[in-house]
């Protein structure tokens, strides 16, 4: 094809994007569904992984719940169960000409399960045997849901070598091993959906955390390199949505503070907000969704402004040292420990 007439292709093509992208504002798309299918979610023990496990629940989705802690695992895991009770007793009050006892009648029709295993997705061989006894005893993941992540809460000079190698490995290196791990089978049905959920602090940074901003930049950068190489295999059955929230209060990072003035204005999300704003996205197959909405104004005057006037900005919001009130409060709490155990 003529260079040139494919230039005006690719530029109507371009304006293109941006027309349906405007009309998902104005007119919500249907969302899809997950009834029946196995949903994998890592870091399912606790804040966004066991909200996430709640809404696929309520969905009708088969869950499986990865945490490196068990006790809080399970504990999600009875939260999804209560939820397929409800459902179904809704079901049986809907037909009340259907009878029967025993676990198996209590469940949705399409005996919906959850199925828990400790997994530690910092350690390569736990998440590929861990994969294996999932394909085995569960199926094949149709939607995979990287969120698992952890934060040291220390400054560069004061971090052990080892907690950023953890942060790196957990935050970004177990989204390489577990889709490894199950994308092979949706490349041969052309069917699935890879969640990552990262961060803002993966597309714009701050002082003071930098092995957390660094191992979400990876997630970021391995989701987006990923989906352009499902584009040039043509897989468009294969579905990815990058989630990037602001501070979500969830604890993780108690005790952060941007300036008082401007913190009425940008408060830590609501952790059932944020998960809601994800899911609506993720039954969408929205590519990308940042919250809130100004986020996506942060990321694109970093892109456009020279690096002095981004750090004039963030100096004016408090966002220089935003993480610095955090930090304190974990080395506080480190030295409590210490002092608590003799050390």
Known sequence: ???????????????????????????RPKEKSV??????????????????A?????????LVLWDINT??????????????????????????????????????????QVYTYT???????NVYLTAERVRKEVGEVSV????????????????????????????CHAHFWTTKAFLPKMLEMNHGHIVTVASSLGLFSTAGVEDYCASKFGAVGFHESLSHELKAAEKDGIKTTLVCPY????????????????????????????????????????????????????????????????????RFLGADKCMYPFIAQRKQATNNNEAKNGI
């Open 71 to 112: 006790q809080s695992n399970e504990e999600t895991a009875g939260m999804v169960r209560h939820i397929y009770r409800e459902m179904a007793e809704e079901v049986a009050a809907a037909s009340p000409g259907v009878a029967g006892d025993g676990e198996k009648d209590v469940l949705p029709h399409c005996n919906l």
């Open 247 to 314: 501070l979500v209060d969830t604890g993780m990072f108690r005790g952060c503070r941007i300036r008082k003035e401007i913190e009425p204005f940008l408060p830590p999300l609501k952790p059932e907000y944020c998960v809601k704003q994800a899911m609506r996205a993720i039954l969408t197959d929205q590519p990308m969704i940042c919250t809130p909405r100004l986020m996506y104004m942060v990321t694109f005057m970093k892109s456009i402004l020279p690096f002095e006037a981004v750090v004039c900005m963030y």
């Open 1 to 27: 094809m003529n260079i040139l007439l494919e230039f005006f292709v690719v530029t109507f093509r371009v304006l293109w994007a941006f027309v349906l992208a405007a009309a998902k504002w104005l007119v």
């Open 54 to 62: 709640l809404e696929f629940a309520r969905r009708r989705a088969l």
């Open 35 to 52: 009834a029946g299918q196995v949903c994998l979610i890592t870091g399912a023990g606790s804040g966004l992984g066991r909200l996430f």
């Open 144 to 171: 995979l849901v990287n969120n698992a992540g952890v934060v040291s809460g220390h400054h560069l000079l004061e971090c052990p070598d080892e907690l950023i190698e953890r942060t790196m490995m957990v935050n």
């Open 119 to 125: 997994c530690d997705v910092g350690k390569r061989e």
